[in-house]
């Protein structure tokens, strides 16, 4: 039977303190079998508070503690509240490399230890279900933040659902509403927000800038979305009232809140982040994501005119911030924020190699191609299986949806790069 390897854990901040304090260096060597140990035991064995720990960092990635652990592993436990900035000074995130540095230049860097002040009890998700459409349950939401001295909500949805929302509000004791957040513009995101101003005047809207004009004036928008989505749809969805000028701009910073705002194209142009204490509402950056009996189950959202390298840079500049929890517009909240966003990067790429190498096949049949290619090579999108009958039906609906702005993607290349694509 071979020798457990020998695997240095490092540590930051106050577990660094922690350790010095015991007269301990803040690199562990621990012991670790063939089959791994999790970071929940490793702590345990190093005599650290759970409560303060984040999470574990594994070559790289962020992790909850519960994950196995490799032998040889590049290997660090993290404190909870570091700021994203602050990891990516501590090396944990330096473009794929972990940096180096004394014990000394890593306590002049660490902040204090403390928990996250992000109260999660404070924020509530409102489903807006559709139900004159086949699996639209658990789809489409709206999150709702009540803090102690302002309350925001994100994503309003469609006008169709505007009444159970301010319903649903009101029954939760919202009597002021400060601010709408919008992920991006499309008509299930915010078509109903000129309806929500209607009973809550008193809010402001935030919206991207290139987004702006086009909930002022909403004809185009409702125009462009009649075409893509389809007359049924956007009738179930119901019109968009404009919103007044003078309630709706862009700000990178919201208010007194904390909230900040990040340019995020990809799943559209016009797409934004929010950014509150260590939340990421996320709207469709990561793509969809739905609840499923075991594993995850998560799908890129990449409609025309979608840009592989623009994509990429936004899920790479969320990655940096190591938000510890993230909202999905589709659907849920969840925790590992960056490995769920990590999960969606290497879907971007996965899927584009596969529209690429199914590109050939029949128009008819592509469709079908690349779906038996991504069971096949995408552990994460094989939990498709999972769902239940009307939720799997709607997921291979919307697989045609980012088939169709990847193969424009792909046919926009050099015939190269489509080549090198396809040869993997």
Known sequence: MPEPLMTSIRMYGCLHTIRKERGLSSVAEVSIPEQGRTGRDLARELDLPLEKIEGV?????????DRLIPPGADVAFVPTGVPGPHRYMLGIYAAGRTAGGSDREHEAAAPSCRKASLDLNRLTCIDLNQPLLEGFRRFISSWLYRGEKFTLLVDPGPLSTIPHLVKEMRRLGVERLDHILLTHIHIDHAGGTGALLREFPEARVICHPEGVRHLVAPAKLWEGSRKVLGKLLTDVYGEILPVPADKIWFKDIIGETGVRAFLTPGHAQHHLCFLLEDLLFAGEVAGVRSEVPEGIYIRPATPPRFELEVALDSLDRMIALAPRTMVFAHHGLADDAVDHLQI???????WV?????TASVDESKREEALFRWLLERDEIYRNIHQLPPDIHARERIFLGNTLRGMSEYV???PAEERRALSDG
Request: zero cysteines; charged letters at 25%.
């Open 411 to 413: 046919e926009s290349l």
């Open 344 to 350: 969606a990067r290497r879907q971007l790429l996965l």
């Open 353 to 357: 190699q596969g529209v690429a190498e």
């Open 57 to 65: 960092f594994i070559d790289h990635r962020v992790y909850g503690l």
